[in-house]
């Protein structure tokens, strides 16, 4: 009933810049907690970002201070900046969020987009 989207992954060099984006589509009545996680290959998947519907921010210790998460909760978005990438940032990034259906507004459901492949290359 719920769809996210991720788009803006790529290609890039070390040093560069990518926006990644995900939208949420369906019948939302509200979205608590949004969320980017990424995984790379060998690892465990990991929270990068996350913002609160009131627009409170908590970043992973390696990328803050580059990364930075942001939503539009008029148009169920999220976004993640990335500025200033390293190879170790390449992995795919996945949007996650919990939020509340107009079908069933007592209850909090979590969703997951399909993932969007960042690479860095040295």
């Known amino acids: 009933q719920v769809r996210l989207v991720e788009s803006g992954g790529g290609l890039v060099q070390a040093g560069g810049s990518l926006r990644l984006s995900c939208a949420a589509s369906?019948?939302?009545?509200?979205?608590?907690?949004m969320n980017w996680y990424r995984q790379a290959p060998g690892k465990q998947r990991e929270l990068v970002a996350s913002?609160?519907?009131?627009?409170?921010?908590n970043y992973a210790d390696s990328v803050k201070g580059r990364f930075t998460i942001s939503r539009d909760n008029a148009k169920n978005t999220v976004y993640l900046q990335m500025n200033s990438l390293k190879p170790e940032d390449t992995a795919v990034y996945y949007c996650?969020?919990?939020?509340?259906?107009?079908?069933?507004?007592?209850?909090?459901?979590?969703?997951w987009g399909q993932g969007t492949q960042v690479t860095v290359s040295s």
């Open positions: 369906g019948s939302i009545l509200s979205i608590n907690l």
């Open positions: 913002i609160t519907s009131g627009g409170t921010t």
């Open positions: 996650n969020t919990n939020l509340r259906l107009w079908s069933d507004y007592t209850t909090l459901r979590d969703y």
